[in-house]
Structure formats: C-alpha cells, structure tokens
T-cell receptor, first 109, second 112 residues
Framework: GAVVSQHPSRVICKSGTSVKIECRSLDFQATTMFWYRQFPKKSLMLMATSNEGSKATYEQGVEKDKFLINHASLTLSTLTVTSAHPEDSSFYIC?????FGSGTRLTVV | GENVEQHPSTLSVQEGDSAVIKCTYSDSASNYFPWYKQELGKRPQLIIDIRSNVGEKKDQRIAVTLNKTAKHFSLHITETQPEDSAVYFCAASKVAGNQFYFGTGTSLTVIP
C-alpha cells in the first residue's frame, strides 16, 4: 500500500522562528497532498491542499502567509510555519492517496 | 463547504458487545466516506471505507452503512476487544478531490 513519510516527528522552536515540515510519498507520485492540524483530543482540521507545480489552496481561516506550502516535486510537499507563536503549537499531519504521514508535534516556546 | 458531525464523542462498551458510531454530512456531492482509527500519538489508520454507490460494506468485525438520501453513515464494530479502544474518525470527501473533512471523533473504550 501507499506509504507517506513525514519529518520531523517532533520539533521545539522559539517564538518568532520558522519551522519546516516535510511530507514525502515514498512509493507513489502525489500530484496532490493535504495538510491537517490536530489539537489535543480534537479532530483533524484540513488546512490546505498542496498542488504539485502550482499554488496551494487554503481553507477558510488559514493564513497562507503564516503557513507556507511548497509542492516542488511529485513526491515532496513542505509546510513552513513562519514566525511561530505558542498558539501554533499543535500536531500537524499530511496525507496523500488516503494515507497519512506519521505527524509532526510542534511546540513553540 | 462540507460539515461532518459525529456522535457520540465518547463510548464505553463491555468486551464482546457491539459499538456503533454515527456521522452525518452536509454536502450531497460527497461520495467517499472513510473511517479512521487513531491510537494515542499515532497517525490515523484507515479501517474501512464506503463509496456512495454502495449501501453497506463489511470487513470481519467491522461494517459501515450509508444512507445517501439522509446523508448519514455509521460504523459498526461487533464482538469488541480491548485493542479496539481508540479514537475513531469518520470523514467525507469527493473522490476526485481526495481531501477529507473529518468528524469530531469518538473515543471508544472497550472494558475487559
């Protein structure tokens, strides 16, 4: 079956810095990938759709300048949380082809 | 956009009993409905799915039913076991888009 790899699994960063999260499709090509955010004991909220070779499509209420998405190849999408704040602390998870990555626990201190 | 509601938020059953989780969706264009199981700190795992041209699907102890007219679908787990304890999410999507809108989750506890 499809395998999606996400890195890093955990990251702690200081307020004001930027953090990049990678999502890779290991055994298939993904023209589209999806980024979700999950708060503790809450559901997964779709943040944006990452489109290979074009701009990402953001869900209502998600700041595109805050959460930069790049999908430069058919196997890699990146999410960069810019100028991170403590309220950005969350579990970020990507998906492609109905398969989820392992998630990234971001803590902003 | 799509709005998926899920009930109950928590569910406790005795081992061996059945568990039922229900979801409703709002967008009649949605035609793919997966169910995911998420254990603490882990990624969601697809356990079963159903497409809108099917009313019911079963895989061993797990079954899903879909009422397209009423826009609701349900997950049924029979002969529950302690290892079934987890959070379960329903989702709805349009197959072509492949983006999911999730329900709020159900925390299932199976009591030995």
């Amino acid at each position: 079956g499809a395998v999606v790899s996400q890195h890093p699994s955990r990251v702690i960063c200081k307020s004001g810095t930027s953090v990049k999260i990678e999502c890779r499709s290991l055994d298939f090509q993904a023209t589209t990938m999806f980024w979700y955010r999950q708060f503790p004991k809450k559901s997964l909220m779709l943040m944006a759709t990452s489109n290979e070779g074009s701009k990402a499509t953001y869900e209502q209420g998600v700041e595109k300048d805050k959460f930069l998405i790049n999908h430069a190849s058919l196997t890699l999408s990146t999410l960069t949380v810019t100028s991170a704040h403590p309220e950005d602390s969350s579990f970020y998870i990507c998906s492609a082809d109905y398969t989820f990555g392992s998630g990234t626990r971001l803590t902003v201190v | 956009g799509e709005n998926v509601e899920q009930h109950p938020s928590t569910l406790s059953v005795q081992e061996g009993d059945s568990a039922v989780i229900k979801c409703t969706y709002s967008d009649s264009a949605s035609n793919y409905f997966p169910w995911y199981k998420q254990e603490l700190g882990k990624r969601p795992q697809l356990i079963i799915d159903i497409r809108s041209n099917v009313g019911e699907k079963k895989d061993q102890r797990i079954a899903v039913t879909l009422n397209k007219t009423a826009k609701h679908f349900s997950l049924h787990i029979t002969e529950t076991q302690p290892e079934d304890s987890a959070v379960y999410f329903c989702a709805a999507s349009k197959v072509a888009g492949n983006q999911f809108y999730f329900g709020t989750g159900t925390s299932l506890t199976v009591i030995p």
